[in-house]
């Protein structure tokens, strides 16, 4: 139905005189699409469906029609499809985008075609940042919740028996046995997933993440390209919950202190998540320092490697001016172990190495300039103060080169050091 309607429409497009006829023809394949949608966003169809689709819209030269309807896609299916089908909405984006600025070129200036697709570019863009609201879709609420416990379905989740669809919709031929699936008495195909068909999410199942966002979470940030692309991956995983940028950097720390050595892709990871724009960069940018101070707190109970890596985090967050990870948060540090335990050796232990790592780090990375601002906040605590001023004299110093090779790292160490020495003036 939506081939032979999108055909009339598109022929009815080319007659003044046939308004009605394109009007019902457009109507019809706008219904058809949404309530094809509508079957993804419920969990009868899978994500490659969604991308079928657009592609078959934009077959041929780009109309109004097709805009009309490319919108219809994103706003119906664009929510689902960002959330739990990451990989397809990347590639919807990518190609709706590269059609419309095709189209938009060969466009006349001024002419009704060129403000529809400059208005289909915004939507993209917004959609992409997140700003898109999906209002329409808050009307089905209802409705999905009532076929949720309807008792057709005996209480079984309709995502795990989506229709398999294995063949592009609207573009090629139906195998003969489909939907029925080799003769099985039912449309609906359980999928079925296998230890080797998805090793990322066993593996996040096995490092005990239990709930399905940081599974989620996991498999984008493990399965990313790079930290450009793991950033994009995240924070579209991390879209589908009001918690996600706070259980994205809950998973980020815990993928980087179990590394075997320190990786400086999460700290470029977590800077690129900060610096998207705000209200998702200053979200991510409070996820970050409340999960580091939780793992400040722990890090009593780590091993050397895990003290070394996040250690090596915190550094690179502490140095990098979207996250501005404050020095000050060694002050949760717990040198005295839980109660009722043995303690933690204090700075003889591994929070002296942790500490001494940082420190580090951070006169390696942080410019001469930024030195002293970045350890006067550690002046308010007197307790942190002295603790911060013996790893510098009794940890940090005998490790440094000789002056005379790296004087720029004696400056910082001296910077640093004076801001450490120096009691707050409250103090006085």
């Not at 795990?160 to 669809?165: G, K």
Request: charged share 25%.
């Amino acid at each position: 139905m939506l081939r032979g309607k999108m055909a009339a429409g598109l022929e009815a497009a080319g007659s003044m005189d046939d308004e009605e006829v394109l009007n019902l023809d457009a109507r019809v394949a706008k219904n058809s699409i949404i309530f094809q949608m509508l079957l993804f966003s419920f969990g009868v169809l899978p994500g490659s469906v969604v991308f079928d689709v657009v592609r078959f819209v934009f077959t041929g030269s780009a109309s109004e029609l097709s805009v009309e309807m490319a919108l219809t896609i994103l706003r119906y299916g664009g929510r689902k499809l960002r959330s739990e089908c990451p990989e397809d909405f990347r590639e919807v984006l990518k190609f709706v985008t590269a059609e419309a600025n095709t189209a938009r070129e060969t466009s006349a200036d001024g002419s009704e075609i060129k403000s529809r697709l400059d208005y289909l570019l915004r939507e993209l863009a917004d959609l992409k940042n997140n700003k898109v609201s999906f209002s329409v879709m808050d009307r089905f609420k209802q409705t999905h919740g009532w076929l949720s416990t309807a008792g057709v379905l005996g209480g079984k989740k309709v995502e795990n028996h989506s229709l398999s669809v294995p063949f592009r919709l609207l573009q090629e031929e139906a195998p003969p046995n489909w939907p029925l699936q080799g003769g099985s008495a039912t449309i609906l195909a359980k999928s079925t997933r296998t230890k080797a068909s998805d090793p990322l999410r066993e593996a996040a199942i096995t490092q005990r993440l239990t709930s399905e966002l940081r599974q989620n979470l996991f498999v984008a940030l493990m399965g990313a390209e790079d930290f450009q692309d793991a950033a994009e991956r995240l924070s579209l995983a991390a879209s589908a919950a009001k918690s996600g940028c706070a259980e994205c950097c809950i998973v980020l720390f815990h993928c980087a202190v179990r590394e075997k050595a320190p990786n400086a892709f999460y700290g470029h990871v977590a800077n690129a998540l900060c610096s998207l724009p705000a209200p998702a960069g200053k979200r991510f940018s409070h996820g970050m320092k409340r999960a580091a101070v939780q793992h400040v707190q722990q890090a009593h109970t780590y091993g050397v490697r895990s003290a070394v890596c996040l250690a090596e985090l915190c550094a690179a967050l502490m140095a990098s001016s979207s996250v501005m990870l404050p020095v000050a948060i060694i002050r949760f540090m717990r040198f005295g172990g839980e109660e009722g335990g043995s303690g933690s050796q204090g700075l003889r232990g591994v929070l002296g190495l942790l500490l001494r790592h940082m420190v580090e780090s951070l006169l390696q990375q942080v410019p001469a300039s930024q030195v002293s601002q970045l350890f006067a906040a550690i002046r308010k605590y007197e307790d942190v103060r002295e603790g911060m001023l013996l790893i510098l004299d009794g940890h940090v110093r005998p490790r440094l080169p000789p002056e005379a090779r790296n004087p720029i790292v004696w400056e910082k160490f001296r910077a640093a050091r004076k801001e450490v020495v120096s009691r707050s003036s409250m103090d006085q």
